[in-house]
């Protein structure tokens, strides 16, 4: 930390009176004086730590980890962000082409096998999910309607950090 916000208020009271009034009765009478600047003091050095440690940390999976596993798993840090499987469209004939949407030989009597469309592909609603261990899923989790949970501290410090236009999902770690 930077040693200019390193100051002792009432020192400093004391150092600015004059050597005579500096007896028993005025110098406690000087930290009376000078104990709401103090409290004020504290709470402004605390809140300097929060916004360092939040310009300290970005939206990179590493960092959200961290940040995840430093407010609600410190000893274990088994909270884990990972990627979600996205389907990606296979190419066959463009959509100006009027072919059948579906592909099978003659030999298979399976039915119609799709491909993945555009629209398939893309409704894929979350771009990352965050795995929680059991514990820390039913001890963080608000109960909202039967087995549906939601994590509201834990949702605003991702939503804090996260990239915008990003969506995400909390889950039991398997």
């Known amino acids: 930390m930077s040693r200019i916000y390193d100051l002792s208020i009432s020192k400093l009271a004391l150092l600015l ?46 960092s959200l980890e961290k940040i995840l596993n430093d407010r609600f798993d410190i000893s274990q840090r088994r909270i884990q962000v990972g990627d979600i499987e996205r389907k990606e469209p296979f190419y066959i004939y463009s959509e100006r082409e009027i072919k ?34 059991f514990e820390i899923w039913m001890r963080e989790g608000t109960e909202v ?9 834990m949702e605003a410090l991702i ?13 039991i770690k398997p």
């Open 17 to 62: 009176t004059p050597t005579f009034l500096r007896k028993e009765r005025f110098t406690a009478w000087i930290r009376c004086l000078v104990s709401p600047l103090n409290f004020v003091h504290e709470k402004f050095l605390k809140h300097r730590a929060e916004d360092i440690y939040k310009l300290e940390h970005t939206a990179q999976v590493i």
């Open 100 to 133: 059948p949407k579906y592909i099978h030989s003659e030999q298979e009597n399976k039915g119609k096998v799709y491909l993945y469309s555009e629209a398939v592909s893309k409704a894929n609603k979350y771009d990352f999910i965050v795995w929680l261990p």
């Open 145 to 153: 309607a039967f087995w549906k949970f939601r994590f509201y501290e």
């Open 159 to 171: 939503d804090f950090y996260k990239l915008a236009g990003k969506r995400y999902v909390i889950a």
